[in-house]
């Protein structure tokens, strides 16, 4: 009876509306209670998804809200409520939000870069989610150029396509894909180049043991994670100074990976090398995603 009284509806609206019933994947759920003669409408979510590339250090991906008031502003964020005045959701999330008419907006990245962290190469995959948009037909090629232009030289974005679900759900699985870092690291004294090949040898094809590192346990549980690098390659800057490009399974924390994190990271360039290190600027190069969650 059910079934039958959602064919009878879907044919009358769509007479009234000239639209088809997609039954499948519905834009909008209309719930009628025969019973009591209520009608409600459900508007479902818009997905966009596409790649972001970060270009500057200090954006952090989503938005930070102030620690103190929770985002009512107060004298600590001048305020803004937020601890950084922009991010990559809302340098995306706005101009998204604007031309989809929607009420709030949802970012969701597979994976995450640290804020003084880059990302380039070809970006990281993402889509955004407007909640209850007013318009679903966007023109994804200009909404790319309005978020390039006011996000110019800090954030851009390329490959806008309408998704599903599903895809957002693989987009989130992809947070354990494989990464390419480029990291600058400087040593506490100078460093033979020998010392160095062995590096690069030791750390290709290596299991690294990583304890949660100190600076994201209050968020992280504590436990040891088992993480592969699949090469490794060592470039002298300096005499105290080197450019890694590591290639790696997604997880792995390349900070503690140079610091060696008070020995909960091992081995770790310091370990190797017996001496201290510390990483000056990290990118991420690229991360690799299957062919299932590619965007
Ligand atoms: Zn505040």
């Given at each position: 009876m059910r079934n039958e009284f959602s064919r009878e509806i879907g044919k009358e609206i769509s007479k009234v509306t000239k639209k088809v019933v997609d039954y499948k994947r519905p834009e909008i759920v209309i719930l009628v209670n025969p019973f009591s003669g209520q009608v409600h409408l459900q508007v479902n979510s818009l997905l966009i998804a596409g790649r972001y590339r970060k270009l500057v250090r200090g954006i952090p991906q989503s938005k930070w809200l102030c620690a103190e008031c929770r985002g009512n502003g107060c004298s600590r964020c001048n305020g803004t409520g937020k601890l950084y005045p922009e991010s990559v959701e809302e340098l995306i999330g706005e101009p998204t939000l604007e031309v989809t008419e929607g009420e709030t907006i949802a970012f969701h990245g597979a994976g995450r870069e640290d804020i003084d962290a880059r990302m380039l190469g070809q970006g990281r995959p993402f889509a955004v989610e407007t909640k209850k948009p007013k318009r679903r037909f966007i023109d994804l090629n200009s909404l790319t150029q309005t978020v390039n232009k006011r996000a110019k030289g800090k954030v851009e974005i390329s490959n806008l396509q309408f998704v599903?679900?599903?895809?957002?759900?693989?987009?989130?699985?992809?947070?354990?894909?494989?990464?390419?870092?480029?990291?600058?690291?400087?040593?506490?004294?100078?460093?033979?180049?020998?010392?160095l090949s062995e590096l690069a040898?030791?750390?290709?094809?290596?299991?690294?043991?990583?304890?949660?590192?100190?600076r994201v346990l209050h968020r992280r549980a504590n436990l040891v994670r088992e993480k592969y690098i699949y090469k490794a390659k060592v470039k002298r800057l300096k005499p105290d100074k080197i450019e890694m490009q590591i290639h790696c399974q997604g997880?792995?924390?390349?900070?503690?990976?140079?610091?060696?994190d008070e020995g909960r990271t091992t081995p770790s360039v310091a370990e190797i090398l017996n001496v201290e290190a510390k990483p000056l600027e990290l990118d991420v190069l690229n991360v690799i995603t299957t062919k299932e969650e590619a965007i």
């Open positions: 599903t679900k599903d895809t957002v759900r693989a987009l989130k699985r992809a947070e354990g894909a494989q990464k390419l870092y480029k990291v600058t690291v400087e040593f506490g004294k100078s460093v033979r180049k020998q010392k040898e030791t750390l290709t094809n290596a299991v690294i043991h990583q304890k949660t590192p100190r997880g792995l924390y390349i900070k503690e990976l140079i610091t060696g």
